[in-house]
């Protein structure tokens, strides 16, 4: 049943329930209908029989030929109809004349209840009762015959046995017709939904205005493929600037090495080619181990271990890396962390990471006699940590992008001083995933201010915002 269309399911379902449901409508009327001429047969046969007892009430003291005369009148009266009346020894004091044709055998005794017997291949409704007047008792038999009855209800069972087929039939292929109908927008969508591939993701599906759930399918589709081609348009936006990236590199090594290769050298000229290779191969993989992490955190794979840590502490030991770069360029590092422990959940190592990111973009965009402040704290319930710099600033058109991968503003500065503009990127990824935000806040020429704000762990951090 599973593999056959839904048209063709919903149709024979229809079809089975009709069936179930006309069959069961044909029985009640049949029954019905004879139920209630047996009740009409019945209530005559009784009336008739009534009619019988107060004659012979009447009657009773005369000659029985005179009870017969009254008796054949009375039948006669009614429309000679079945009617026998024998003695308490057995002798019929009156048979009616169509009494004789069907021969209707004395029962053992007399019921009052109608029975239906079947003489003569004539089916008839027989009420036999005993009539008791004085000390004298009459067995009465009245009869009707049902042939006319029968034969109307098997006229009826016959118009059933025809019309219902039919109207099965008819019904199912009505039901069928509809079915189709209803599901031809479905066919239409899965015919455009196979047409569309990566080459054509931009198609998107006919949304048919009708407001039900087909309308609704398409609109959920269409916006599924939506994000499918805003996230493939990412990956290859990601690997053209991967390769990119990563041909500078290479192509800058292979220079080298020709050219020194050209003719012999010098031991020293040697050394200063292998340095000036040994450089670009420390930045070469310090891009793809960069690359690794985000594609890896784009997979869902390589997930933080999260456990209670102090913020401050974590952010103290990159403080230290960043006064060793800071001093190298002559820059005033300070470090403003509270004495008590800022308890987040957090993994250290990415954290440190972070701010490591954070701190060297700092010494890095500041020029010499310039300043980097690093502050730990709380506000409004979040453990904040913050860098802020005097540094060249970005610029308003370039803040909203800042975190976007290989977004860099100053693309000849930023790739000078090493960054590929990968950073940013990581931090925001290391900071959504421990459940924070980052932010960045800068003008031109007006430092930078980068802050991350993560959830405290509840009740373990004291009051810290004195530190802010
Ligand atoms: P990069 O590796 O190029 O530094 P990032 O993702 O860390 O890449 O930063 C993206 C861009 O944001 C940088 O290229 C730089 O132009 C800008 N930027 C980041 N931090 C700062 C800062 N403290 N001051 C000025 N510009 C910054």
Redesign the pocket.
Known sequence: MRSFPIGARLTAWYFGILAVVLSLFSLTAYFAMRNSIYRTVDEELRARMEGVRRLIERTVRYEPDDLRRELREHSELAGNTLLQVADRQGNWLYRSASTDRYEIPRPREASGVPSTLVLNNVPLRVLSTEIQVGDQSYFTQAAAPLDDFYSALHRFVTLLVISIPILLLSAAAGGYWMSRRALAPVDQITQTARSISVQNLSSRLIVPRTGDELQRLSETLNSMLERLEAAFKKIIQFTADASHELRTPVAVMRTRTELSLRKPRSADEYRQTIAQVHSELEKTSDLVERLMLLARADYGVGALQLSTADLGEIVREVCSQGKMLSEAKEIDFREEIPSQPVWVKADAHALRRLFL??I???I???PKGGRVDVVVGQENGCAIGE?R?T????APE?LPN??ERF?????A???E???????????RWIAEAHSGTIE?Q?SLGG??I?KLRLPLVNGESPDLSSAN
């Open positions: 990111i954070l060297d973009n700092a890095k965009y500041t860098v710099d540094g060249i600033g970005i370039d800042v975190f977004y860099r503003a100053d693309k500065r930023s790739r001083s090493g960054g590929v503009g990968l950073g940013l990127s990581i931090g960045a800068s430092g930078s980068f």
